[in-house]
C-alpha cells in the first residue's frame, strides 16, 4: 500500500435549473480613481434553452439524457473506458466540470448525472455505470465519487462488477474517492485498483479515515491515499483550490494505469 502526502502549492428534454446553479457575469464600473469596481448588482446571463444539466452542460458538450423522475444527465467525451461521476450532497454536476474536462481531453467518455435525493447514492452509480457500459464502444468503467459518492462508489463497484438479478457484470477499472469515509469492510471487499484524496483536516473524509479504508483495501491491486496536509477543502472544493493540478494530475494517472 502507498501512502502519498500532497505539498501545499499555491447539466433529454426540457428539465429542471435551479438559481443556484445558473452562471452569473458581473459587470464593472470606473471608480474616481479609474480603477474598475465589481457592480454591486451581477447580472444573470441567460440559462440554456434546451435540453441541459443544471444550466452548465448542454447538447454542444455531449449526449443529454433522462433518468429517475426525469431528472438529467449528460455523457461527454469518447473513447473506450467511462467515467461514472457521482457528486456530493448538495452538490451540483456544475462544481465537477474541470475534472470532467480534464478527462474528456485525456480521452476518457464521462456520465455526469443530476443526483435523485430520494435514491441511495450507491444505487444511483450502480444504475448509471450499468447505463454508461451500455454505450457503444465503451469496454470499462471507473467510478468517482465526492464525499457520499465517494462513500458509495467503493460497494457499487463491487456490485457492479458482480452478476446480479440476471445482469451481467460490469468491467470496473477502478475507484476514485475524493473526500469519502469509506467503510473498513466494503473497503476490504474491493477488489479493484483505489485512489483516495482528501484533507488532512476535513470533518468528513479526512486523513483518519483515508488511511483507515486505505489500510483495510488490502485486496485492492493498486490502493493509494493522497492527502493535503493542513487543509479542510472537501471533494470538489479542491477543484478550486491551489492544489487542483495537482488533484487532476492525480486522478488522471492513475486511470491512465488502470484503463487497461
Not at 218 to 229: F, Y
Request: charged share 20%; hydrophobic share 40%.
Amino acid at each position: 500500500m502507498t501512502l502519498l502526502t500532497l505539498g501545499l502549492t499555491g447539466c433529454g428534454g426540457a428539465v429542471r435549473t435551479t438559481a443556484a446553479d445558473v452562471p452569473t457575469t458581473t459587470t464593472t464600473t470606473a471608480t474616481a480613481a479609474g480603477v474598475p469596481s465589481p457592480d454591486p448588482t451581477p447580472t444573470p446571463s441567460a440559462p440554456p434553452t434546451g435540453p441541459n444539466v443544471s444550466g452548465c452542460f448542454t447538447e454542444q458538450d455531449g449526449k443529454i439524457f433522462t433518468h429517475v423522475r426525469g431528472l438529467p444527465g449528460v455523457i461527454t467525451g469518447k473513447g473506450p473506458v467511462g467515467v461514472v461521476i457521482t457528486y456530493e450532497r448538495r452538490g451540483s454536476v456544475c462544481a465537477w466540470r474541470p475534472l470532467s474536462d480534464r478527462l474528456v481531453a485525456a480521452g476518457y467518455r464521462v456520465l455526469l448525472y443530476a443526483r435523485d435525493a430520494g435514491l441511495l447514492p450507491e444505487d444511483g452509480a450502480v444504475a448509471m455505470g450499468r447505463r454508461l457500459a451500455k454505450e457503444k464502444g465503451v469496454e470499462r468503467v471507473f467510478l468517482v465519487g465526492g464525499s457520499i459518492g465517494a462513500t458509495a462508489s467503493v460497494p457499487a463497484a463491487e456490485q457492479l462488477a458482480g452478476k446480479s438479478a440476471g445482469k451481467p457484470g460490469v468491467k470496473v477499472a477502478g475507484v476514485v474517492a475524493l473526500s469519502g469515509e469509506i467503510d473498513e469492510g466494503d473497503a476490504a471487499a474491493l477488489t479493484v485498483p483505489l485512489l483516495q484524496i482528501g484533507s488532512e483536516h476535513d470533518s468528513y473524509g479526512g486523513a483518519r479515515s483515508l488511511r483507515a479504508a486505505e489500510t483495510a483495501a488490502a485486496k485492492a491491486p493498486d490502493n493509494q491515499a493522497l492527502i493535503i496536509p493542513g487543509e479542510s477543502l472537501h471533494a470538489s472544493a479542491l477543484f478550486g483550490s491551489p492544489h487542483a493540478a495537482k488533484v487532476l494530475d492525480a486522478v488522471v494517472a492513475f486511470m491512465d494505469r488502470h484503463k487497461g
